[in-house]
């Protein structure tokens, strides 16, 4: 019965910046390992975030110096900050929990001038 709700995506401009949120129902994400994918129209799901229950983070190369990770286990939710965004960023992004093969809806994050 675990639900991930992805929000907070939408169309910016190149060089805007989006804040993403997952709320995670179903399972309390205390001492689990989360992260954040995304995928294009026509490439494979890429991962673009990681979290690990003391805070530690790690971010593909697309996404180094640009987004930031975060979590908040009292509001049982992970976010991405994005920012100087690019139109290659264009993708859906999904919620993960590491050792849970299963995926919500994403949330759509378009840029576009």
């Known amino acids: 019965q675990v639900q991930f709700v992805e929000s907070g995506g939408g169309l910016v401009q190149p060089g805007g910046s989006l804040r993403l949120s997952c709320a995670v129902s179903g399972i309390d994400i205390r001492g689990l390992r989360l992260g954040w994918y995304r995928q294009a129209p026509g490439k494979e799901r890429e991962l673009s975030a990681v979290?690990?229950?003391?805070?530690?983070?790690n971010y593909g190369d697309s996404v180094k110096g640009r987004a930031t990770i975060s979590r908040e286990d009292v509001k049982n939710s992970i976010f991405l900050q994005l920012n100087s965004l690019k139109p290659e960023d264009t993708a859906i992004y999904y919620c993960?929990?590491?050792?849970?093969?299963?995926w919500g809806q994403g949330t759509q994050v378009t840029v576009s001038s």
């Open positions: 993960r929990l590491f050792g849970l093969d299963f």
């Open positions: 979290i690990w229950s003391d805070g530690s983070t």
